[in-house]
């Protein structure tokens, strides 16, 4: 039986606890944003409108910020735009709206 030296031993825990740290992640952050598809229409809404802001998963590997209204957005991006999402019973929900900027006005 050979004895491994300390660093190799450290350098062997880094490395296997970096590499399941890496592979877990974004499972832990996906399960921790709701879905707009497990949810209906009006859930949806209600959550955005509750929350505020809110960044929600949208698709298998998507996911977007809804905002309630403008006063959530960034003062030079102050207006909104419906923002649609699927949704368990609507294929085109209008979940929210998203923040933009006029690029006319500077």
């Given at each position: 039986m ?11 825990l880094?490395?296997?606890w ?11 952050a996906q399960a ?12 949806a ?6 929350s505020?802001?809110i ?9 977007d910020?809804f905002v309630?209204?403008g006063s ?20 085109q ?7 933009f900027?006029?690029r006319?006005?500077?």
């Open positions: 050979t004895r491994l030296s300390r660093s190799a031993c450290f350098g062997f880094a490395f296997t970096l590499g399941g740290t890496a592979a877990v992640e974004p499972a832990m921790g944003r709701p879905d707009t598809r497990s949810m209906t229409c009006a859930q809404q209600e959550l955005v409108r509750k505020g802001s960044v929600l998963t949208t698709g298998q590997s998507t996911f910020r309630a209204n959530y957005c960034r003062p030079q991006t102050g207006q909104v735009r419906a923002k649609f999402a699927p949704t368990r019973d609507n294929p929900c209008s979940v929210g709206y998203r923040c900027q006029n006319t006005q500077r």
